[in-house]
Each structure stands twice: as C-alpha cells, then as structure tokens.
C-alpha cells in the first residue's frame, strides 16, 4: 500500500461511520485526484471538515475526537521543538502542563464507562480495548524497523523522510482508530466540569503553542520543521490543530446548562 493510500485511509477514518458509510468511497477517490500527500492545506481542510462533520455526534464523541485530534497536535509540536535549546521552559512548561490537565480530564470522563463495560464483559467492548493496545504495539514495531531501516542516512534524506512520514501517517492512523472504536461505546454526556477543564487546557495549550512560535520564529532557519518542511508553515499546522481540537471540545458548552 503507498503512502499516498495509508494517509487517505487515515483521513477518511476521522470522519463519523455514518458519514464514511454514505460518502467515504467518493471522498477518498477524490482525495487521490488531488494528490493530498502533496498540499498539507489540504490535509488539514480535510481534518478540520471530519470536525466539522463530528458536529452531530454525542458529546462524549466529539470530546474525544478532540483528544485525538490533540494528541496529533501535541506530538507534532513535540517534534517541531525537539532542537529548541530553551526547551523545557516558559511556554513549553505551560503547553505541557495544560496538556496533562486536559488529558487528566479527558481520562476521567471516559474511564468509569470503560472500566463498567469491560467489567460487564461486552464482547464489542473487549474488541474495542484492544484497537490501541495492537495499533500502539504495531506503530512502535514499525518504528524501531524504520530507525534500523534509515539507520546511517542523512537527517534529510529520502529514505529519511520516507520513513518518518510512515511512522507519522501510522500513529495518527492509530489515533484516529483508538477514537472511532472508543466514540462507538461510550456514548454517556460527560460531565460538565470534566468537559470544561478540557477544553479550558487545550485552550491554554494552543495559546502557549502560538506565543513560543513567535517567540522562537527569528531563531529558526532552513528545513528543521515537521518532514523538513520551514519551520512558520509547521508551526502553524500545529497551531491551527489545536485550535480545532479546542473548539470541538468546547462543543459541548454550548448545550450544557
């Protein structure tokens, strides 16, 4: 299966069943006319439109899809400052620990259902249990056999960034399956405050993603960013994301008394 395949399968997942069901044949020939690989704009219409089509969906849904959608963000943000020789203070404390807090939330929101269906013995519970445990162990086999793989190669070369690429398309693919079977069980309202602590850290954690940027802009030159991309372009993407993530957790808000 090529890259371009592996990516149009993992956008087309983000979106509701109900909606794959109804249009993803269509959507995803069409993201292959387009060659999406190619236009991250794209890409990220794509990811902002599976947002904007979760809009129906329970609120337990939409918070975590906004989770996963977070999670992608975080890591991205994670490797776009992973040459930051001020890491680990100002805005990258604060992004990190509003990221826990809403993380936390998220957790307890989600594990009382969890741990009741499990323990009910829900066959399509167990099922879905497993997805991340597999996806995870299967992304970090791929992983470590594309570090030996690219092993000795140049930071930015082909086979370099070839191999990063698969190891993104994957985890974000993994992501997007722990969030599609988890969204198809727990389908109770979250509570209020769980909701709003989460969405209230994502908040604080896009702000402090978009400060650092400008704070760290006129120290970055060349192709050091996501899939060596410049660095304004990743920064953005990362920006933009989890804004998205934010305002579909906030959602919720909007019906809550």
């Excluded at 400008?214 to 991309?229: C, F, K, N």
Aim: charged residues 15%; aromatic residues 6%.
């Amino acid at each position: 299966m090529s890259m371009d395949s592996l990516l149009i399968r993992a956008l087309v997942a983000c979106y509701p069943a109900g909606w794959r069901d109804r249009y993803g044949e269509e959507y995803a020939q069409l993201l292959a006319d387009l060659r999406v690989h190619r236009r991250p704009a794209l890409i990220l219409n794509s990811l902002l439109g599976s947002v904007r089509a979760h809009g129906g969906e329970a609120s337990m849904t939409k918070l975590i899809w906004a989770a996963g959608l977070f999670t992608v963000a975080g890591i991205g943000f994670a490797k776009l400052a992973e040459d930051d020789a001020d890491a680990g203070h100002g805005m990258d404390i604060l992004l990190v620990t509003a990221a826990a807090v809403a993380s936390t939330a998220v957790l307890t929101a989600v594990l009382p259902d969890a741990v009741a269906l499990l323990r009910a013995r829900d066959a399509r519970a167990r099922r879905c249990a497993a997805v991340p445990v597999a996806g995870t162990l299967f992304w970090y086999a791929l992983s470590r056999l594309v570090v030996a793989v690219t092993d000795g190669y140049p930071v930015h070369s082909t086979a370099n960034l070839i191999g990063f690429a698969l190891i993104a398309v994957t985890g974000i693919g993994v992501v997007a399956a722990t969030a599609a079977t988890a969204s198809t069980v727990l389908r109770r309202e979250p509570a209020r405050p769980a909701t709003l602590i989460t969405a209230g850290g994502m908040a604080v954690a896009t702000v402090a993603a978009l400060v650092w940027g400008v704070q760290e802009r006129s120290a970055w030159t060349g192709d050091r960013g996501i899939l060596a991309t410049p660095f304004v372009p990743s920064w953005l993407l990362v920006v933009l994301a989890l804004a998205a993530a934010t305002a579909l957790a906030s959602r919720p808000l909007r019906r809550q008394p």
